[in-house]
């Protein structure tokens, strides 16, 4: 069963930055859909960034910029790199991902068949 683990979550004053990383473990299929997202307190679930079924790396207009997903395919691990935070982007960032699926769900819905327990991001003004 693959498990999704994030970390690097925390609090930041405007303008920093934080990278998370989402751990896949018992995951070996070369072939994946993985995005993150995140959900505020009154707001909207929002696909902030992920790979889309070419694994080319796609994001929100509200991150684009700002934000830069990557992986370490040696490590099976995603991060997503943070930077100029705004306390927009405070909420509980979760990674998600599927294997073997085509095409990707892309950043439109989280029904992803895997996904993280998630990280808490706090920016403050």
């Known amino acids: 069963q693959v498990q999704l683990v994030e970390s690097g979550g925390g609090s930041v004053q405007a303008g920093g930055s934080l990278r998370l990383s989402c751990a896949a473990f018992g995951y070996a299929y070369s072939q994946y859909c993985m995005s993150w997202f995140r959900q505020a307190p009154g707001k909207e679930r929002e696909g902030v960034a992920g790979?889309?079924?070419?694994?080319?790396?796609i994001y929100a207009d509200s991150v684009k910029g700002r934000f830069t997903i990557s992986k370490d395919n040696a490590k099976n691990i995603w991060y997503l790199q943070m930077n100029s935070l705004n306390p927009d982007d405070t909420a509980m960032y979760y990674c998600?991902?599927?294997?073997?699926?085509?095409?990707?769900?892309?950043?439109?819905?989280?029904?992803?068949?895997?996904r993280g327990q998630g990280t808490q991001v706090t920016v403050s003004s």
């Open positions: 790979f889309d079924s070419d694994e080319r790396t």
């Open positions: 998600v991902a599927d294997f073997w699926r085509r095409p990707c769900p892309g950043l439109g819905t989280d029904e992803y068949k895997f």
